[in-house]
């Protein structure tokens, strides 16, 4: 009795190694991914925005209302534990100035998840100086609202060149917090390139 199409008709399916070596060597995309991924990644890697943190003026940086025992000194701190504070109500400036001319590409926040977690933020450029009256006048180059997912320090959030080409100087304003009353940051880091010959020293 016939147990199968192929015992019937006298051919016999090919033992599995067989099967298995003949499917080695038809060209498919398992075996071209490896060099593609491959290329993707040292694609990645060249074009990877850097850390512009050794431009940052310490003496151009500053801050509005902020609590004297959580000073801007403590964004200089590696342990996520030291904080800039807000001090009378939630609303924070911190004011950043470049050594140079600098396109920016991105920037990441570090900052805690509790009742002090910034809500609303937004970035102004090339501001010599700004107060609360400003940031309400003044047309922000960007805002967002943030979660708590975006605070770790590790993501970055991308900035459109056509903004961020040219400056000297971010003015970001926490506008609000998760409690309402103490917005906190940790660090904040902005990333691209300097632009040659503009010192601004």
Sequence with gaps: ACEGANTCTGRRAPPPQQAAHSSSR???????????????????????????????????????????????SNLDNSDARMQVRSDADDQLILHFAFTEKVKLTGFSIQAPTDEFMPKHIKLFTNQVSVDFNDVESIPAAIEMDLEASDLDGEKMFPLRVVKFNGIHSITLFVESSEGGDVAAVSAVKFFGETLQGTNMS
């Design 26 to 72: 038809s060209p498919g995309p398992s075996i071209a991914a490896p060099p593609a991924s491959a290329a993707a990644l040292v694609a990645t890697m060249s074009k990877a925005p850097a850390d512009l943190s050794s431009y940052v003026s310490k003496d151009g940086t500053h801050g509005l209302n902020v609590d004297t025992r959580y000073p801007m």
